[in-house]
Nanobody, 128 residues
Framework: QVQLVESGGGLVQAGGSLRLSCAASGHPFSATYGGWFRQAPGKDHDFVAAIRWKDGDTYDGDTYYADSVKGRFAISRDNAKNTVSLQMNSLKPEDTAVYYC????????????????WGQGTQVTVSS
């Protein structure tokens, strides 16, 4: 069973930055991609970013972003530490949500239904 634990959320003013981290543990670790989703109150899980997470794979490190965060957010991974991080810059009030880390063994990175393991979520609040 894979366990994912997020950290790094909090309250920040608009224009500020936060860095979220996701630590993965457990065996077997069959993820192909690590992703970040967010859920605002009353809304579905929205795709934020994903990164190919296969050490030694030709495409290891390939990234995908939602249009709304391109140029502001950056996803990265550390294969040695089994962590995926999300650097969030130029934050806006509309970025306020609970952010979830998740992993998928598939290539359908934007669909939450493709992800089989999820963290508990971390709150990000951006004040105007």
């Amino acid at each position: 069973q894979v366990q994912l634990v997020e950290s790094g959320g909090g309250l920040v003013q608009a224009g500020g930055s936060l860095r979220l981290s996701c630590a993965a543990s457990g065996h077997p670790f069959s993820a192909t991609y690590g992703g970040w989703f967010r859920q605002a109150p009353g809304k579905d899980h929205d795709f934020v970013a994903a990164i190919r997470w296969k050490d030694g794979d030709t495409y290891d490190g390939d990234t995908y972003y939602a249009d709304s965060v391109k140029g502001r957010f950056a996803i990265s991974r550390d294969n040695a530490k089994n962590t995926v991080s999300l650097q969030m810059n130029s934050l806006k009030p509309e970025d306020t949500a609970v952010y979830y880390c998740a992993t998928t063994p598939t290539m359908f990175v934007t669909s939450p239904r493709s992800y089989d393991f999820w963290g508990q979520g971390t709150q990000v609040t951006v004040s105007s």
